[in-house]
């Protein structure tokens, strides 16, 4: 670096740095140009395979790497930029008719918080209530359920396969019909793995083709492990872009299942949660041996319950569960818990305001989701039947979690956001030291202005001024939206994406708008407007055209 700077050149992390942003300005002035090409809203398939077909021929010049060949194209396919600003955007870069529009200010008035509302149900109990009903043709209501775009996507593709599901307001019905089929369609299973599995699981059972498309997260995903393990199901998985380990995909299935198959730890625990929701509908005995499941104990405590409630036929062994076809019967209000993940950030709001929090509702059964709660237990939450509170006369002044390992992101961005809080509040707070090395976790930290010093203690830090922080996931989102309650003067934080929120859980910025008090609101009907009658006086007089010989026959 010293050289460098005594021979008058630029550093290299300077050069870099440029170099990035023009590659920034290319990205940006070809999605303008990709906007042009879209027809209502979609990339017709010939351009988008021209395009495809010339980068990989390009890359391939230059680099052996696939993921720069598949994966790096599909982001460039997928990514979105702000529109310039009116004044001054050149024709090459604007979007005609378009606004910039700035990002949320994470602003709540510091009261004491006073919440208390009905907790949005499970999204996968909900998800695999309704697969269920609709796989015996039963009618089944579930409310208030997370109406999120994940769950519009599963209902729709419900639909396309047969079963009478509807949403409405905050419930999801599922009439009375045929019971689920198989047939030949296009299913398109949005950015949930869940929608995909439930989808591919009731296809592998039957005779059956399917094609199923998704959203960036599913196009960018790894299933190479599912597409080699499927042969022992008697089917295959056909990726239709060339290079590619994600969606789209084609199933063929031959529905001869093998009496059982014996999955390894490379398979995802939602896949064989499916699978075992979607056995009692297969034509002959179905087992699953998880022997070499590390995670056997989450996924049959996730599963079973269900199974049991509805009457379908098993038998369970030290390893492996064995299910009989059944004719399933779906209880007319099945128990559904709470949404762990959400419930929890609505329960730390008075730690970082003070106040209360009530949710009707009761925690899930899970292991994943029991370790959660021993996580809120610790400061302070408490559970009663039906009823989960959280009550601080004032802000939480102390949380020392540095023992804690947590398991999955939604963890990791819970504890880091009360510690976070506790830390702006003055408290004393602590967080597993690894903290400082997760890139998530550590960048969260430098927004909100907070750092992890060596011994695991929080300590204040310079936050940037006048950044709007993009949020890599729902749950880092929330953690922003809550670690905001605490922040220092009377500017609010600003976060760059709240649509990743609202993809999640829609009306969380209106409750997050409302507080202290904030209130469920449903939408209203709108009245029908009656038609004014009107009389039109014209001088104009109509005359009627000739009627010809040739009109007369």
């Given at each position: 670096?010293?050289?460098?700077?005594?021979?008058?050149?630029?550093?290299?992390?300077?050069?870099?740095?440029?170099?990035?942003?023009?590659?920034?300005?290319?990205?940006?002035?070809?999605?303008?140009?990709?906007?042009?090409?879209?027809?209502?809203?979609?990339?017709?398939?010939?351009?988008?395979?021209?395009?495809?077909?010339?980068?990989?021929?390009?890359?391939?010049?230059?680099?052996?790497?696939?993921?720069?060949?598949?994966?790096f194209?599909?982001?460039?396919?997928?990514?979105?930029?702000?529109?310039r600003?009116?004044?001054?955007?050149?024709?090459?870069?604007?979007?005609?008719?378009?606004?910039?529009?700035?990002a949320?200010?994470?602003?709540?008035?510091?009261?004491?918080?006073?919440?208390?509302?009905?907790?949005?149900?499970?999204?996968?109990?909900?998800?695999?209530w309704?697969?269920?009903?609709?796989?015996?043709?039963?009618?089944?209501?579930?409310?208030?359920?997370?109406?999120?775009?994940?769950?519009?996507?599963?209902?729709?593709?419900?639909?396309?396969?047969g079963?009478?599901?509807?949403?409405?307001?905050?419930?999801?019905?599922?009439?009375?019909?045929?019971?689920?089929?198989?047939?030949?369609?296009?299913?398109?299973?949005?950015?949930?793995?869940?929608?995909?599995?439930?989808?591919?699981?009731?296809?592998?059972?039957?005779?059956?083709?399917?094609?199923?498309?998704?959203?960036?997260?599913?196009?960018l995903?790894?299933?190479?492990?599912?597409?080699?393990?499927?042969?022992?199901?008697?089917?295959?998985?056909?990726?239709?872009?060339?290079?590619?380990?994600?969606?789209?995909?084609?199933?063929?299935?031959?529905?001869?299942?093998?009496?059982?198959?014996?999955?390894?730890?490379?398979?995802?625990?939602?896949?064989?949660?499916?699978?075992?929701?979607?056995?009692?509908g297969?034509?002959?005995?179905?087992?699953?041996?998880?022997?070499?499941?590390?995670?056997?104990?989450?996924?049959?405590?996730?599963?079973?319950?269900?199974?049991?409630?509805?009457?379908?036929?098993?038998?369970?062994?030290?390893?492996?569960?064995?299910?009989?076809?059944?004719?399933l019967?779906?209880?007319?209000?099945?128990?559904?818990?709470?949404?762990?993940?959400?419930?929890?950030?609505?329960?730390?709001?008075?730690?970082?305001?003070?106040?209360?929090?009530?949710?009707?509702?009761?925690?899930?059964?899970?292991?994943?989701?029991?370790?959660?709660?021993?996580?809120?237990?610790?400061?302070?939450?408490?559970?009663?039947?039906?009823?989960?509170?959280?009550?601080?006369?004032?802000?939480?002044?102390?949380?020392?979690?540095a023992?804690?390992?947590?398991?999955?992101?939604?963890?990791?961005?819970?504890?880091?956001?009360?510690?976070?809080?506790?830390?702006?509040?003055?408290?004393?707070?602590?967080?597993?030291?690894?903290?400082?090395?997760?890139?998530?976790?550590?960048?969260?930290?430098?927004?909100?202005?907070?750092?992890?010093?060596?011994?695991?203690?929080?300590?204040?830090?310079?936050s940037?001024?006048?950044?709007?922080?993009?949020?890599?996931?729902?749950?880092w989102?929330?953690?922003?939206?809550?670690?905001?309650?605490?922040?220092?003067?009377?500017?609010?934080?600003?976060?760059?994406?709240?649509?990743?929120?609202?993809?999640?859980?829609?009306p969380?910025?209106?409750?997050?708008?409302?507080?202290?008090?904030?209130?469920?609101?449903?939408?209203?009907?709108?009245?029908?407007?009656?038609?004014?009658?009107?009389?039109?006086?014209?001088?104009?007089?109509?005359?009627?055209?000739?009627?010809?010989?040739e009109?007369?026959?």
């Amino acid at each position: 670096m010293d050289k460098e700077q005594k021979s008058g050149r630029k550093p290299l992390r300077a050069v870099i740095s440029e170099i990035d942003q023009e590659i920034l300005r290319l990205l940006v002035r070809r999605s303008n140009l990709l906007a042009k090409l879209r027809e209502n809203g979609r990339l017709p398939a010939s351009e988008e395979k021209f395009l495809r077909e010339a980068w990989q021929n390009d890359v391939a010049r230059v680099s052996r790497d696939p993921g720069l060949s598949g994966r790096f194209f599909t982001l460039m396919q997928q990514v979105s930029f702000l529109p310039r600003p009116k004044d001054g955007a050149s024709e090459a870069d604007s979007v005609p008719g378009s606004q910039r529009r700035d990002a949320f200010n994470l602003a709540p008035p510091k009261k004491p918080a006073d919440i208390a509302l009905a907790a949005p149900l499970s999204g996968w109990q909900t998800r695999m209530w309704l697969y269920l009903a609709a796989q015996a043709g039963q009618e089944l209501r579930l409310a208030p359920c997370l109406q999120n775009d994940g769950l519009v996507d599963y209902v729709k593709g419900l639909a396309q396969m047969g079963a009478a599901v509807t949403r409405e307001d905050d419930a999801i019905l599922c009439r009375s019909a045929s019971p689920l089929g198989a047939p030949d369609k296009v299913l398109h299973a949005g950015g949930s793995e869940l929608n995909f599995y439930v989808f591919l699981a009731q296809y592998l059972g039957r005779h059956s083709r399917v094609k199923i498309t998704g959203d960036a997260v599913l196009q960018l995903a790894d299933y190479t492990g599912l597409k080699h393990f499927l042969p022992a199901l008697g089917a295959r998985m056909i990726n239709i872009v060339p290079r590619s380990a994600g969606l789209p995909v084609r199933i063929e299935s031959s529905g001869a299942l093998p009496p059982g198959i014996r999955p390894g730890p490379e398979l995802q625990a939602g896949f064989i949660e499916a699978l075992l929701l979607a056995a009692p509908g297969y034509s002959a005995p179905f087992a699953i041996d998880l022997s070499l499941r590390p995670d056997r104990e989450a996924i049959l405590a996730r599963a079973l319950p269900l199974l049991e409630a509805s009457g379908a036929i098993f038998s369970l062994s030290e390893a492996a569960i064995s299910l009989e076809p059944s004719s399933l019967v779906i209880p007319s209000k099945p128990e559904l818990g709470v949404e762990p993940e959400l419930a929890a950030f609505l329960l730390a709001f008075p730690a970082a305001l003070g106040g209360k929090t009530t949710l009707n509702g009761h925690w899930p059964d899970w292991p994943k989701a029991a370790l959660f709660w021993e996580t809120a237990a610790r400061f302070g939450f408490t559970a009663k039947p039906g009823l989960l509170e959280a009550s601080f006369a004032q802000p939480a002044q102390n949380f020392a979690c540095a023992d804690f390992q947590p398991e999955t992101e939604w963890q990791t961005a819970f504890l880091t956001a009360v510690a976070t809080c506790v830390c702006l509040n003055g408290g004393a707070a602590s967080l597993p030291a690894q903290f400082q090395e997760s890139g998530n976790a550590a960048d969260f930290m430098r927004i909100a202005g907070v750092a992890l010093l060596k011994d695991g203690k929080l300590a204040r830090a310079e936050s940037p001024a006048g950044l709007a922080w993009n949020a890599p996931s729902p749950a880092w989102a929330l953690a922003l939206a809550l670690a905001a309650c605490c922040r220092k003067g009377q500017s609010g934080w600003a976060l760059g994406n709240p649509g990743i929120m609202t993809e999640l859980w829609p009306p969380f910025w209106s409750l997050y708008n409302g507080l202290p008090e904030p209130k469920m609101k449903k939408p209203q009907p709108k009245a029908p407007e009656k038609a004014q009658r009107r009389r039109i006086i014209t001088n104009a007089v109509a005359t009627p055209p000739e009627i010809r010989d040739e009109d007369l026959y």
